[in-house]
Nanobody, 123 residues
């Protein structure tokens, strides 16, 4: 399973970090990433990191502000979120899929999902 943590309430311009720990099976061969769903909006892919860390992709809305990484064991990922803005307010979900690290949000719907963790950015 995937367990997300972090988030909470922050002010615009602040930074925070989310974590997602995989357990129950080996995750090292899985591509892992984050989605988010803002109130009244569809879920969107935010970022993905490949199983070996060689491929990283970000949505245009977070590029330059968010950074994804994973630990050496390959079963935990982190999302460093800087210069947060009110439009970043959403429930953030971590996800994992063994197929490929591209196409998340289009033709790839990850097989594994963590529970959401809420991030609220106040202006």
């Amino acid at each position: 399973q995937l367990q997300a943590s972090g988030g909470g309430w922050v002010q615009a311009g602040d930074s925070t970090r989310l974590s997602c720990a995989g357990s129950g099976q080996g995750w090292i061969n899985y591509n892992m990433g984050w989605y988010r769903q803002a109130p009244g909006k569809e879920r969107e892919a935010v970022t993905v990191i490949s199983w070996n860390g060689n491929t990283i992709d970000y949505s245009d809305s977070v590029k330059g502000r968010f950074s994804i990484s994973r630990d050496d064991a390959g079963d935990t990922i982190y999302l460093q979120m800087n210069n947060l803005q009110p439009e970043d307010t959403a429930v953030y979900y971590c996800a994992a899929d063994i197929r490929r690290p591209t196409g998340w949000g289009t033709d790839i719907s990850p097989d594994y999902w963590g529970q959401g963790t809420e991030v609220t950015v106040s202006s």
